[in-house]
């Protein structure tokens, strides 16, 4: 079946404009998490969605960063103001309710000039 | 200190050889281990997942939980140029939703 996927696969945007992405789990996972990777950092953990609601919004770096779900499938993540450390590839992934096992989408390489 | 220790190579091996891949973890609560194989530009996939201490093995791959030592391992039998990519181990308090916590991934080149 359909894996993760995700939109944009690249996206290049001025320092201070607003970006949003996309994520489209797999059909029937009803578990969503946002993660970042990048050079320095390796891969972090922003948030997590359970249906549209998020129980752990521990990871967000700052209140410019901000998450929704919808419907229970897709989310988009959005960056207000960006700066050029939000420079990274965004990582969703998705499990089924109680499982363990998240499966990741291939990322948006974003790069704030 | 990080939660999650992983030498980040790069490891270069010999096609045919059998390739272990480690990592150390401070935080005695995670249950959950995985090991995800990811290739340049793409995202991580999944190949291995345990629960506690044990033994699991999958084809040519076996991964190795010691809690008592906070260590995993992954071992690679007869490696083979496609599995040159970045191994990432990953870790799970609790489960039923929870983030992941990764090491810093080891870059592998298997050699003709």
């Known amino acids: 079946g359909a894996g993760v996927s995700q939109s944009p696969s690249n996206k290049v945007t001025e320092k201070g404009k607003d970006v949003e992405l996309r994520c489209d789990p797999i059909?029937?996972?009803?578990?969503l998490y946002w993660y970042r990777q990048s050079l320095g950092q390796g891969l972090e953990f922003l948030i997590y969605?359970?249906?549209?609601?998020?129980?752990?919004k521990s990871g967000l770096p700052s209140d410019r960063f901000s998450a929704e779900r919808t419907g229970g499938s897709v989310s988009t993540l959005t960056i207000q103001r960006t700066q050029q450390e939000d420079s990274a590839v965004y990582l969703c992934?998705?499990?089924?309710?109680?499982?363990?096992?998240?499966?990741f989408g291939p990322g948006t390489r974003l790069t704030v000039t | 200190q990080k939660e999650v220790e992983q030498d980040p190579g790069p490891l270069s091996v010999p096609e045919g050889a059998i390739v272990s891949l480690n990592c150390t973890y401070s935080?005695?609560?995670?249950?959950?281990f995985m090991w995800y194989r990811q290739y340049s530009r793409k995202g991580p996939e999944l190949l291995m997942y345990?629960?506690?201490?044990g033994n699991k093995e999958d084809g040519r791959f076996t991964a190795q939980v010691d809690k008592s030592s906070k260590y995993i391992s992954l071992f690679i039998r007869d490696s083979q140029p496609s599995d040159s990519a970045t191994y990432l181990c990953?870790?799970?308090?609790?489960?039923?939703?929870?983030?992941?916590?990764f090491g810093t991934g080891t870059q592998l080149k298997v050699e003709l």
């Open positions: 992934a998705s499990s089924r309710r109680r499982g363990n096992e998240q499966y």
């Open positions: 059909s029937g996972h009803t578990a």
């Open positions: 969605f359970q249906g549209n609601s998020a129980p752990d």
């Open positions: 935080n005695s609560a995670f249950q959950y």
């Open positions: 345990t629960y506690s201490s």
């Open positions: 990953a870790m799970m308090l609790t489960g039923g939703g929870n983030k992941l916590t």
